[in-house]
């Protein structure tokens, strides 16, 4: 055996069992252990010569709790764990602490624009509820699912907000059946696909349509798994941000994280250290905008394509043949760089499908090579899409303020269900309305923007990120909004950057159209039940 088994008595075995997932590997995972334990052992851990399990056995042991069923949940002291934690965290400064322990957090009826504040982190993992397959006509406890926000139901705007939100969400709710009789009528269910297959694609699709109609102040679940320093970091930025939901909502996260990750989050609310941390944000983003506005006045934008490639480097693919190099030779980065630009094109060739391979499907990826080059984009797409897109994190995306300015998209489908009246009525209320709030609260009107009107963002992304998000949302089952967005993104890398071997690269781009996105998907997803 290549590495040294441990040794342990049957009472230690006993006793590492509930907690470990073997005892005689390298690997492991630990197990039923609250989060300040794990991170407080790793914590001793980097500082030990000790292994973790005989570490955990001399050091932490003691303070075991054994009453109960240890098959099912067993735990440790958390007051000894948070003084070691803290003593490690704060007096060391050690950051990376806070990376070791997790929590799995519930965020619900968030507004959509709270939504894309929370998952603003790279380092977390988001899932949000999704408009494609939750109708909302449905109402919770007897009110439609918007939020209200305190200071404008409080002012003179109060009733009207009520009002315009009820009438949009009506609008929505007599629509959502229109557009699905229309796609029925449209999309025959075929012989071999289930009732469920067919209810879920046409269920989907007139979702899809009607989506646009929902104001941003529309409520959301949002699941969220992140480390204590990403949790750390989110909060700060919240308790910092301009949105009164934002600030009232970290509230209530900080106080149901205390209940997990104590000693995690100790600086957040500390008039040296987070609180100071938040101030420094705000006061940072307040003179930004002082002085932007000053440079800036009331200069007009400029007519630009849907989505515009901004930024790219001419010699990226070269950069990207000399990143391949680099790890097989002996040669400086400039030297490999050099001799890259000399090769041929049937070498360049050669190189590159070596290094691609054959993808036999699209989670096959190149490595981190194609790292080495990226594309900057400017887009202007309707806020449903950017929903979507905005959730690539392992990329940089800035956003500019949800407003009517850039107008308004109808789909197709709306049209077609002979619905369109009623659709440029609702756009022209939340419109109106956004106008009338605007004036008071600035910072609430993007509230009753419909996520059908454009908004303006850019997405600066590598070859690498570039391969897993234009596959991945070109694929069938994508909304058509976004879809569109990411064949361009793609059209434009091959043509404008003249990257055309990086783009050949991402094989499963798909700029083809589809009448029933869900259709192949939800196919799919029955093989596999009918399977088990």
Known sequence: MQYAAERFSADEETTLRPYFTNLD???FALVNLPEVVKGALFARYSRSPKSLRRLF?????????????LTVDASIGLARAEELYERVFLEYGDDSVAQLGGVHLACEQASNLLTKILEWGRLMAYLEQS???IPYDT??????????????????????????????????SRCLPVVTDWARESYPKQPDDTDFVYKQTIKAKACDAVRGLLPAATLSNVGI?????????LLLRMRAHPLPEARAYAAMMLHELRKVIPSFLTRV??????????????????????????IFGEEEGEPRPAVALTDFDPDGEDKVLAAICYPHVALADDQVLRRVRALGTDERVALLRAYVGERSNRRHKPGRAFERTDYRFDVMTDYGAFRDLQRHRMLTIEWQTLTPEHGYEVPDEVTAAGL???????????????????????GEASYAVALAFRIRFTMQLNAREAVHMLELRTSPQGHPSYRRVCQEMHRLIENQAGHRAIAAAMTYVDHETYGLERLESERAAEAKRAAR
């Open 225 to 233: 798994y992140g480390t204590g320093q990403a949790f750390e970091a």
């Open 269 to 294: 609310d500390r008039e040296d250290r987070g609180i100071a941390w938040s101030s420094y944000l705000e006061r940072t983003r307040e003179d930004t905008e002082a002085v932007v506005a000053r």
């Open 131 to 133: 408009t494609r397959y």
């Open 420 to 442: 369109a009246d009623e659709f440029h009525e609702t756009m022209d209320r939340s419109e109106a309305l956004h106008e009338a709030i605007a004036e008071l609260f600035p």
């Open 57 to 69: 056995l001399d050091e932490f042991v003691g303070d075991l709790d054994l009453t109960g069923d």
């Open 25 to 27: 590997s390298p690997v």
């Open 139 to 172: 109402r919770l406890e007897g009110r439609y699912r918007f939020y209200r926000p305190k200071n404008v139901l409080e002012s003179e705007l109060g009733l009207r907000f009520i009002a315009d939100m009820d009438a949009t969400f009506d609008t929505y």
